[in-house]
Nanobody
Framework: QVQLVESGGGLVQPGGSLRLSCAAS????????MGWYRQAPGKQRELVAR???????DHADSVKGRFTISRDNAENTVCLQMNSLKPEDTAVYYC????????????WGQGTQVTVSS
């Protein structure tokens, strides 16, 4: 019954901004590194950014300086602030929860569409 629900996607002009949110339910949030992935039609899913429970972050080279991942451990949420958006950022963005514990699986949200177009 673990659930990850993304929100905040939509249509935005090039150079604009969006803020994605992911709410996690029925999860021991402290055990998971949270991440944002994206997948464009016909393309492989790729890592955008990830953040540990201790707030260590990693951003893909393609989004460094433009996107910022954050998490609120009290609210079980992870966000992705996206600035200076480009058409190539267009994709479905997925929230991911990952743990190294072998007895616990990873989880994925259903995704939210981000379209960058003029």
């Amino acid at each position: 019954q673990v659930q990850l629900v993304e929100s905040g996607g939509g249509l935005v002009q090039p150079g604009g901004s969006l803020r994605l949110s992911c709410a996690a339910s029925r999860i021991i949030f402290s055990l998971y590194t949270m991440g944002w992935y994206r997948q464009a039609p016909g393309k492989q899913r790729e890592l955008v950014a990830r953040i540990t429970h201790g707030h260590d972050t990693d951003h893909a080279d393609s989004v460094k300086g433009r996107f910022t991942i954050s998490r609120d451990n009290a609210e079980n949420t992870v966000c992705l602030q996206m600035n200076s958006l480009k058409p190539e950022d267009t994709a479905v963005y997925y929230c991911n929860a990952h743990t190294v514990l072998p007895t616990m699986p990873d989880y994925w949200g259903q995704g939210t569409q981000v379209t960058v177009s003029s």
